[in-house]
């Protein structure tokens, strides 16, 4: 395998872009390998991911930001700059239900996601032994009426100390702090176990079951100091019919929890993840 | 083909329902085609559709009804009969847009769906040749600020003489009035062009444009007097991402109507839909 | 929650088979819950999946197949009684790769399946460990070029011991002979790598991927003498596209066989099974 | 609306492609639209589509191709030059069912479709007044057991004096002769009624409906001299069960047929599909 670079570009859209984009790769020996746009033609506003080998490149992966600078600052860039040898570090955040957790930690055990798991945080303690049998830290902070504002700043700690990338709800039933989520702007996945934007809050199952649809969803977006309210990046639903209980529902729900959320993290550990006015380009 | 009646019954739950169904049925020389059934646990309530063969059935199928009346008294069942030889008659409303008019119109001249259409009403004039392509009464009803009362009572007189079973909004632009509904108990399916309970009322995709939602959907149900909020018959769901437009929902929209609408239609016109609390019981 | 007695049944068609079923059960103090039927119309034979609760019926569970004796000889039919309250117990076959069995230990440990796994075979060590986390036996047989016979026999002999209801082939790589499927007729499921009949053999996924296709799907079926040709249970497919490669058709492969397996096993638990001529009928 | 050029090319992959792609259109004044790229990692081999407004592109449309013939001797690319102002020219071909050719014609209508279509033709008669409703030519030439080559060498002549681009088979039931696809290499579009290579050739859902499987597919794909077996463009499938006849199973397909014929064209005709070594690039 060789090794790559991966850019994520946001810029207000001018022609000449893509052209300088690729030859500022070309000239310094990258061969492209992928290379995905999009262009938001209402703003407009251009979005890329760009992908190189950089097997022949000579400018060294600690002077690349900066071989960039003038390219972004004429072109007023937003980039993100990643390499396909660098796993994700992710911390997953869960409470009682253990079926993302679980399945997202079989996972990462195959290698079927580039990603490391340096902790796990949960306010009960029933997972210890998963992640013990993985190996992974496992910290307890239970949520008293009064001690979110220390659990949080702990919990902050922990992150830093460990350069998480992204902290992934894996079911977590516990609301973040405006500060908490100041600190990882578009780094926090949730699962809300609802076709968002119907059944937004508490109870979405109950709400679905009481309502006779015939589809349940599950969406997995980031979190943003409004509730339910941030970019959506990937949304699944199943048949559901008059034969489904409430407790039907909620068991094949778990099914779509699952997939939406790994599908949402793979594509973040694979950086293909642009967000723009609460809504997201996600590249295939 | 033989000719099979169709009994659709709810009733409270208890012993002995599908005994002594089957019982009259198996007593008048009837042969069992079909029989689904459904118990409500929470109410308890039971459903059931039976269909048999009416070769060898002893009892004129005009004296069907009579003949089971002390069973429906003693069980206080609620039912409708119908047979396989008589077509539902339906009236398709539109407005403007007519994928879903043509649609269904294409698939009752290939006899794809057990239904005729006697006549077709449209607060415009564009559909005429498309109706008399198809050998079909079109009524053009204009609406103005203050004859909807007026229009409505005509249009009743229309359904009424034609001895229309159903009505199908393919696409109709007016609310009808609580008056309207109240003639056509479950009678009337409208095709709501989002995943309901998510936005319910005017210009959905560009509800679901705005807020980057990744499927988008279509809900077929009966129409009552709370807008948007009748039994759920059937809903499909599309992929979206940032690649659409608001026109390209819009599209991509237009086949999920066709679709949950055919199948909501093809449903009724089975006799496999049941209401029971505002939520459907649909047979396969 | 009650417990109550499922019989699936197959009989040549005739008049008033459900009414002497529901009879015997009415007559005997069973409330039905659910019944199911399907009639071949080619045949004709008839099919049906009956439960009722047993907290009234009047026959002890052990005596129910003696009662029902009469009907059966009177109407051919063939007969097989369960109970909610006894979960199926099933042995898994597996060779090297073990998503399916992971799949399925994880499913069983949350109760999401109503069996027991008394036991594990494998031809390779690779999963004893797993097997020790879930407190599971696990045997471990070796295939060498000359030893089928013998370890089939002792495998056998395992299954008997353990009343072995069901035989799950969770990626079992060898070919199981004649004799010991005789052992158990439609007893054994196993999962296929493609969407059958596409693809029999080895690699499938090379197959389709050389081919071009743009969809994968996975079969599970019921194993019969001829390779890969029993009756289907239940097929998945997801797109692929020219941006896979074969190993992502192997690791998008291996989320469909999960879930088809899955699915059959749990239908075969649920006792929604039955076979006619090489088919498969499956409630819902 | 502007007006925009689209490039399709294939070539060896070599690093530097992107760059001199994009310097051509940037120095010649276009602006990018979109661009996708795909490289096989095998061959290796290097594709793209990209898209560029002509507004204030310097080189006359009717020269682009000359101007970028160094680039393309460089680099040994095979190149197609479209633009988004001029619909592809299509041919339908039919027999008897006209479900797809009804489908189609509708969309081009609604202008669903950028293609028109200028001339339809047939082995029967029945479709004549479908095509004179939408102000078609309809030409029919009655198949016998010696007229192919004859006939065949008419269509040719048809279809060269109205410039055809594309052939799409709408059902169309005659194998058309090696020397008539050598006219038209990979374009022509047939719609085969199976999930190929799922039961290739005649009856493809009575085979299926002999297996019992529980999916049934269709395949739009590229005409080439061997049967069915031409680079696949798009393929669907639907669940089926032991409750679908095998008029169900066609009644079925046939939404099948139409959804993945119209998919394929509509590919087509945005300029989007690619063949290599008889599998296709489809972009998104």
């Known amino acids: 395998m060789t090794t790559s670079a991966i850019l994520l570009i946001s810029a207000p859209d001018k022609k000449g872009l893509v052209f300088t984009l690729t030859q500022f790769i070309y000239e310094h020996g990258g061969n492209i390998l992928h290379a995905e746009q999009h262009i938001d033609e209402e703003n407009p506003f251009f979005f890329m991911r760009i992908e190189w080998d950089l097997t022949h490149f000579d400018v060294p992966r600690e002077l690349i930001l900066s071989a960039l600078e003038p390219i972004q600052n004429d072109w007023n860039m937003d980039i993100t700059l990643s390499f396909s040898d ?3 570090r992710v911390a997953l955040f869960v409470s009682k239900q253990d079926h993302c957790l679980a399945d997202l930690l079989n996972r990462v055990h195959h290698q079927n996601l580039n990603m490391t798991i340096p902790l796990i945080i949960s306010n009960h303690r029933d997972h210890e032994a998963l992640a013990r049998f993985y190996d992974i830290e496992y910290h307890h902070f239970p949520m008293l009426s009064d001690n979110k504002h220390d659990v949080e700043s702990k919990q902050l700690g922990l992150l830093n100390e460990q350069h998480i990338d992204l902290v992934v709800l894996a079911r977590y039933m516990q609301v973040l702090s405006d500060d908490f989520v100041a600190h990882f ?3 926090i996945i949730n699962v809300h176990h609802s076709f968002l ?4 809050g508490a109870n979405p199952y109950a709400q679905a079951y009481a309502r006779g649809v015939k589809l349940i969803g599950s ?4 979190v943003t100091p409004v509730l339910d309210d941030g970019p959506i990046i990937a949304q699944h639903v199943i048949n559901v019919s008059h034969k489904d209980s ?3 529902f909620i068991q094949k729900g778990k099914e779509l929890e699952k997939q939406v959320l790994t599908d949402a993290v ?6 293909k993840i642009l967000v723009f006015k609460n809504q997201t380009v996600v590249f295939d």
Chains 1, 2, 3, 4 share one sequence.
């Open 246 to 248: 409430l407790s039907s």
């Open 219 to 222: 969406t997995a977006h980031f």
């Open 185 to 187: 702007p578009h780094q």
């Open 266 to 271: 793979k594509k973040y550990t694979e950086h």
């Open 86 to 88: 660098t796993p994700t």
């Open 197 to 200: 934007p119907a059944f937004v």
